[in-house]
């Protein structure tokens, strides 16, 4: 079984910026495509946005376009979420995914390992 471990998360001021880690550890696995979501206290898990390893294509949330960028390692099963101008409804235990195969990248379903998530918290 693989694990994903994420890591960046914390409390961060409103309109500032973070940055999160996904990786598997000793581990480089063949991909279609890796992804972030979250989850905040009484909602539903929401998708952020993914990449897929072949060419880098990336595919963002509406409700974060523009504020976040997703970008991977080569040669590692590695994932990066940078959100900049966080908000408060940004607070949320943030997860990434990873995919072996082909999926609907906005599916949570979709994908075969997850990672324990981080906690991002943005105070009002």
């Known amino acids: 079984q693989v694990q994903l471990v994420e890591s960046g998360g914390g409390l961060v001021q409103a309109g500032g910026s973070l940055r999160l880690s996904c990786a598997a550890p000793?581990?480089?696995?063949?991909?279609?495509?890796m992804a972030w979501f979250r989850q905040a206290p009484g909602k539903e898990r929401e998708f952020v946005g993914g990449i897929r390893w072949s060419g880098g294509s990336t595919t963002y949330a509406d409700s974060v376009k523009g504020r976040v960028t997703i970008s991977r390692e080569d040669g590692k099963t590695t994932v990066y979420l940078q959100m900049d101008k966080v908000k408060p409804e940004d607070t949320a235990v943030y997860h990434c995914?990873?995919?072996?195969?082909?999926?609907?990248?906005?599916?949570?379903?979709?994908?075969?390992?997850w990672g324990q998530g981080t906690q991002v918290t943005v105070p009002s």
């Open positions: 000793g581990r480089t696995l063949p991909l279609y495509a």
């Open positions: 995914a990873a995919a072996r195969g082909f999926v609907d990248i906005a599916r949570s379903s979709s994908y075969d390992y």
